[in-house]
């Protein structure tokens, strides 16, 4: 492993993307802690401010909420967010007396006021805050919707991932070793899923278990392990006729002692570079799928849905609302696809 680390950072390219992918699945773990909203779904709404430009800076005032939540668990916050102890109300000036308060609301010159008693703190109860890329048109934060978006593409990925080489895995290893019926019905099988249009397929497997989060992984895992399946099964067919193996034969080795001790470290390689291969696939059918309505569903964030909401705004000053999510999706799948060139260079022997 150190030898195929050393010859892996060599290649400029690869190392970047594998930086740039680390820097972003810390940045995912850590989502709800960094963000500024950190409310579930990251939806918290703000019409005042809807389609500010990136850079945009405003200030809030802290009220109490109509309808207090406890703190919840440590857990709970970095994995679905939590509601603040206050609501915001984003204005634009305050003015204070000795028991009101007065303010404007952005682009509105009405003004209005309210009570000292409804504040949630008595002397801190302004803050500011600065959306980095930007609102949406429902005054969203761009950048914490973003950020959760791109971990579901991430989580989408990795749980593809581990169902595609579950399977494949285990369908190729079958197919390349005993040969005979157990190709043929495998090979049949992988045929069939292989005749149909990708896309469509995990449609119908959504129209079929429901959408949501978990029936996207299962979606996707579920098409992309053919592949997979087809190249080990060709590295078996060639590994098994090895003069070791047949030795192992000879001596008494069972089946599944030969494929797991002796056949299946030979094919690891492989294995790694269609795994990372099926990572930057699972991520484009995921950003396909929400775009077309039957991913995620809102007010969950997802690349592909931010797309779709906003693509409309290309042509007009808020272009950024579409490009941030579509760069984000652009820069996942070129950096995977570059860690996968640099695994190819490293396990490659002829290098």
Known sequence: MIMIWKRFKKNKLALGGFIFLSICILTSLLGFLIIPDHTPDVNTMYPDIALKGPGFTCSY?????????????????????????????AVDSIASTSDSLYYRSIGNTQLNSIHKSILFHPVDYKISRTSLMGTDRYGRDLFSRLIIGARVSI????????????????????????????????????????????????IALTFAIGKGFWQIFVAVGLTTWVELARIVRGQVFSIREMEYIQAAKILGFKNWRILIKHILPNIWGTVIIMSVANFASAILLEAGL????QGLQPPTPSLGQMIKENYAFIVFDASHLAIFPGLMIALLVMSVNFIGNGLRDAFDVNE
């Open 155 to 202: 989580a989408v990925g990795l749980v593809a991932v581990i169902i595609s080489v579950l399977i494949g895995l285990l369908m190729g290893l079958l197919a390349g070793y005993y040969r005979g019926k157990v190709d043929g019905l495998i090979m049949w099988l992988i045929n069939i899923i292989w005749s149909l249009p990708t896309l469509m397929f995990i």
């Open 61 to 89: 005032i802290k009220i109490k909420p109509n309808d207090p939540t406890p703190e919840p668990s440590f857990f709970i916050k970095i994995t679905k967010g939590w509601n603040p102890p206050y609501d915001l109300i």
């Open 290 to 293: 929400s775009f077309l309505g």
